[in-house]
């Protein structure tokens, strides 16, 4: 059975410092996706990590993708109030017929930036 | 503007009360699937489909029936809710590209429902 674990799941932070998101999973799978979700909003699709080593960054937000160790890692740098939100980290489980499409969530990182 | 559409947003319903939560998409794709979110567990998928007329089920589908009839909709059927069913739904619309091992999908979210079962 495919698991997906994040940590931490509760994350306050201060501004203008550094922290890292961890996400582990369980079965061999070699893509992996970051998720933003703001209060009462919908997912927003952040990185969509193909390949082992694959390395994206987007402003102050850096995902990165270890398929041998099955961890990928969501940094944040010089972190501001415009981050806080849950973070999600979801893998690609295959189905039958060999296609793929379902998606296994971990349980979130509720992040939340104080000045 | 590529959009994965759900109605209503918000809903309060009594158990028992069949209800349908409606799911489009724009987008042409094959993959559809619908999740709930509650607090502490995540988003866990209820079922999903692959094509018009083929569904199957996710990891919680007790309670839950869908319907693919046409490529762009798939709507969430609660035949007998229950307050057990209290939850926010997310329906989600997949793009794949690629054969095989190679192939590759980004999912789409539709903006929720939250759904109340008194």
């Known amino acids: 059975e495919l698991k997906v674990e994040q940590n931490p799941l509760f994350l306050s932070m201060q501004e203008g410092k550094n922290y890292t998101i961890y996400c582990n999973y369980s079965t061999t799978s070699d893509r992996l996706y970051w998720y933003r979700q703001d209060p009462g909003k919908s997912l927003e699709s952040l990185f969509v990590l193909l390949s082992n080593g694959a390395v994206k960054q987007e402003g102050r937000l850096m995902a990165s993708l270890d398929t041998k160790a099955r961890l990928s890692t969501l940094h944040i740098t010089a972190a501001v109030h415009d981050l806080s939100a849950t973070y999600f980290c979801a893998v690609v489980r295959p189905v039958r017929g060999g296609s793929q499409g379902n998606l296994i969530f971990g349980k979130g990182t509720k992040l939340s930036v104080k000045p | 503007e590529a959009q994965v559409t759900q109605n209503p947003r918000y809903l309060i319903t009594v158990t028992g009360k069949k209800l349908t939560v409606t799911c489009s998409q724009n987008m042409n794709h094959e993959y559809m699937s619908w999740y709930r979110q509650d607090p502490g567990l995540g988003l866990r998928q209820i079922y999903y489909?692959?094509?018009?007329?083929v569904t199957d089920k996710g990891d919680v589908p007790e309670g839950y029936k869908v319907s693919r009839k046409e490529k762009r909709n798939f709507p969430l059927i609660l035949e007998s809710p229950s307050p057990n069913q209290t939850s926010l739904y997310f329906c989600a619309s997949t793009s794949r590209w690629g054969r095989g091992l190679r192939m590759n999908t980004e999912a789409f979210f539709g903006q929720g429902t939250r759904l109340t079962v008194v």
């Open positions: 489909s692959m094509n018009v007329e």
